[in-house]
């Protein structure tokens, strides 16, 4: 460090050979660029301050129904009521259901409309023979009789089948030989017939069977072995 002392001008010499710094540049302060303003977007039914709800929409939210407290609708079709055009619905819909049922029920068919009834009538009293003697199964006459048919002569078999194991008698098919079948028909596609069955051991049945014409086909509608 040089100590300058007393002169003055040398002070202001030595001053003078020191290079002089630049001003200093001026700064401009630049302010970020500002986002647009963000819209916030309005419900329908308010104003653009967002606060005050329009009249409609004051109106419509008065008139909307409380869903909490109000019943759920029921169905009319089944409980009687009527309907806005005043026509029972309880009384179409049993028509309806009514008419599909007879559609698709069986359908009687005219004696005209059906085959012989003698092949069917030697058919089913040989198999009804031999069903309760043990020798055929009841299942094989499934198609040709009705339902009640089906359960009474699986009640017969039932107990002849309990008889023959009592007495030790065990199933084996008979020989049988068939008589002259007669038939009358009471009405038309209903025909009664009975025919005279004879087994090897010179024991005779006689069989009366009820026939009935469903589907352009015979079914058996009383099956009476004696």
């Not at 001053?15 to 647009?36: D, F, G, I, K, M």
């Not at 819209?39 to 109106?59: E, F, K, N, Q």
């Not at 499934?142 to 008889?163: I, N, S």
Request: charged content about 20%; overall charge positive; aromatic content about 4%.
């Amino acid at each position: 460090m040089v100590r300058i002392m007393g002169n003055t001008n040398a002070a202001e010499h030595y001053h003078s050979y020191r290079t002089p710094r630049p001003p200093a540049p001026h700064l401009s302060v630049v302010e970020p660029p500002r986002s647009p303003a963000r819209i916030t977007p309005t419900t329908r039914g308010t104003t653009d301050a967002g606060t005050t709800p329009h009249p409609r929409a004051r109106v419509a939210q008065h008139s909307r129904p409380d869903t909490s407290t109000v019943a759920p609708a029921t169905d009319t079709r089944w409980s009687g009521t009527r309907s806005a055009s005043g026509n029972s619905t309880t009384s179409t819909t049993a028509e309806n259901v009514r008419s599909l049922e007879e559609y698709f029920a069986r359908q009687r068919t005219r004696s005209a409309d059906l085959p012989d009834p003698e092949p069917v009538v030697r058919y089913l009293a040989h198999c009804a023979v031999e069903v309760l003697l043990g020798a055929r199964d009841l299942d094989q006459l499934a198609r040709w009789v009705t339902g009640q048919v089906y359960q009474q002569l699986h009640t017969r078999v039932a107990l002849a089948a309990r008889a023959r194991a009592a007495k030790g008698i065990s199933p084996r098919r008979p020989t049988l030989n068939l008589g002259t079948v007669m038939v009358s028909s009471p009405s038309d596609g209903i025909i009664e017939a009975t025919v005279i069955v004879h087994q090897h051991h010179g024991r005779v049945r006689a069989v009366a069977i009820r026939l009935e014409g469903f589907d352009c086909r015979w079914r058996a509608s009383a099956v009476c072995v004696m």
